[in-house]
């Protein structure tokens, strides 16, 4: 899948992180797809609801990990995969702290070198 390079405002890394999606009902995992340093795309077998706001605890390799809340974007309730299963989701950060946010931007940095 190639994705326009002006279709996107901040530079993309596209990471494989386990992610934890906490809602009022449960929890449930996921992945991401990839990171900016204003959101993430991820994937999961759940949808979730556009313009709904979650915590999301994401589990990047050789890192603690970073919790963040953030704002459902766009979903892909029609799911990505073959048995129509897997959703795509992208979620903006709502809040973020600034220790995670460097990180977001380092790591982002040193995938574009």
């Known amino acids: 899948m190639s994705y326009p390079?002006?279709?996107r405002k901040n530079e993309r890394v596209y990471v494989k992180w386990p992610v934890t999606i906490i809602m009022s009902s449960?929890?449930?995992e996921g992945e991401t797809t990839n990171i900016t340093n204003q959101g993430v795309?991820?994937?999961c077998d759940e949808p979730l609801h556009l313009?709904?706001?979650?915590?999301l605890i994401i589990r990047?390799?050789?890192h603690e990990a970073l919790e963040?809340?953030?704002k459902v974007v766009?979903?892909?309730l029609y799911g990505i995969d073959g048995d129509n299963k897997t959703v795509g989701i992208g979620?903006?950060?709502i809040e973020i702290s600034e220790k995670d946010r460097l990180f977001f931007n380092d790591t982002i940095s040193e995938n574009l070198k």
Request: charged share 10%; proline share 4%; net charge neutral.
């Open 41 to 43: 795309g991820i994937v």
């Open 51 to 55: 313009n709904a706001t979650y915590t």
């Open 68 to 70: 963040v809340t953030g």
């Open 5 to 7: 390079a002006n279709r």
């Open 74 to 76: 766009w979903s892909d």
């Open 91 to 93: 979620i903006c950060f």
């Open 60 to 62: 990047p390799a050789n």
């Open 26 to 28: 449960g929890t449930f």
